[in-house]
């Protein structure tokens, strides 16, 4: 082996071992740019068009584009954390806790008399279960729920300095990022099969990032609309807290219909709790994760439903909340990668094919 090449080798180790290292000591801030990442790919047609419109100053177009998500973040933050303050404190004028315990015992007795008075006894006992539920539930999310208000209060200063974070790497994202992509390209070899995998790659995550986007705003005109209808305060708040919330699967608008669900109920309103219980179920959560974005995933880049379903659950049960942007971008990467190599065997087959057929036939006698 000459010494050129024992530099290479060696010069190879060492930038592999400082990239390892880099990457380790980045680690608590992945998800800061992953959240950059996916805000880039949504903001990015904001940006482009600002950028035609207005000089192609592409700086003020990047910060036009984020100032919009900024503050409609800080709406919304603003305005349910003041609806919360409104509401805790109506319920501490009846009482807390004890006037909702009081409501949940309320609301298992009054199941446990219909049950034991017009169903069969088995099946009374099966219901007394139920309706004990709610009862148990309040026992059981009191003291979560507080630990959890205290958790994110002490977290707070980090939380907003991760999302200032995010915010500058947007910005740079929007920026620079296809001008890195370009550079990256040029540096390495076979570029045709590199730009390729690129593009589709492209198209895949601009799918997925952006239907996910626009899912989850129709969740939320969805579901400012239906609260609208059956009457619940703040309908426009909560339409636009469903849209955040949406952003999270599994863990998304359930988290803004069930609690209010539960108070109508407790509350003895019952008409109104099952009501926006099914509404909740159905139309903001059954109907848009199985049907609206896999379709939209599936008319936009020709993604199948089952990848995006996979893409955008499977990794929440693994590795948590950030998997909804971990999930879409490993399985994008590995579709592109597949697109890329049946896109390259099937020019060979098409090359070879014409070759042979361009080849002259055997001479007869």
């Known amino acids: 082996m000459d010494q050129r090449r024992k530099f290479y080798i060696i010069f190879a180790t060492i930038i592999f071992i400082f990239i390892i290292?880099?990457?380790?000591?980045?680690?608590d801030f992945i998800s800061t740019i992953l959240l950059s990442f996916l805000?880039?790919?949504?903001?990015?047609?904001?940006?482009?068009?600002?950028?035609?419109?207005?000089?192609?100053?592409?700086?003020a177009s990047a910060f036009v584009s984020i100032s919009i998500i900024f503050f409609i973040l800080l709406f919304v933050i603003f305005a349910a954390a003041d609806a919360l303050v409104t509401e805790m404190s109506n319920l501490l004028g009846l009482g807390g806790v004890a006037y909702l315990q009081i409501q949940a015992a309320n609301f298992s007795a009054a199941i446990n008399s219909l049950s034991e008075a017009y169903l069969p006894a088995f099946v009374a006992e099966y219901v007394k279960d139920i309706g004990d539920i709610p009862t148990a539930l309040i026992l059981m999310v009191q003291p979560v729920f507080q630990d959890n208000?205290?958790?994110?209060?002490?977290?707070?200063?980090i939380y907003f300095t991760q999302f200032l974070l995010a915010i500058i790497f947007t910005y740079y994202f929007l920026m620079d990022g296809k001008g890195i992509i370009k550079e990256y390209v040029r540096l390495l070899p076979e570029k045709d099969i590199t730009t390729h995998f690129l593009l589709e790659l492209d198209l895949i995550y601009k799918s997925l990032f952006r239907v996910f986007f626009l899912t989850s705003l129709i969740i939320g005109i969805i579901g400012a609309t239906g609260f609208f209808v059956l009457g619940i305060p703040y309908p426009l708040l909560l339409g636009m807290m469903i849209a955040v919330a949406g952003l999270v699967p599994l863990v998304g608008p359930e988290m803004i219909f069930g609690p209010i669900a539960?108070?109508?109920?407790?509350?003895?309103d019952y008409t109104k709790g099952f009501a926006l219980l099914a509404f909740g179920v159905i139309f903001l959560t059954v109907i848009p994760n199985n049907f609206i974005l896999p379709r939209l995933a599936s008319a936009s880049a020709s993604i199948h439903p089952l990848i995006t379903l996979m893409a955008f659950t499977a990794p929440v049960f693994v590795i948590g909340l950030i998997g909804v942007i971990v999930g879409p971008v490993?399985?994008?990467f590995i579709l592109a990668a597949f697109r890329t190599m049946v896109h390259f065997r099937k020019a060979a087959f098409e090359a070879e094919s014409a070759v042979s057929s361009s080849a002259p036939g055997p001479m007869l006698p």
């Open 21 to 27: 290292f880099a990457i380790y000591l980045s680690r």
């Open 330 to 332: 490993v399985y994008g």
């Open 39 to 59: 805000l880039a790919y949504i903001l990015d047609p904001v940006f482009m068009y600002f950028s035609r419109n207005v000089g192609h100053h592409r700086r």
């Open 262 to 268: 539960l108070y109508y109920l407790l509350t003895e």
């Open 149 to 157: 208000i205290i958790s994110f209060a002490s977290n707070l200063p």
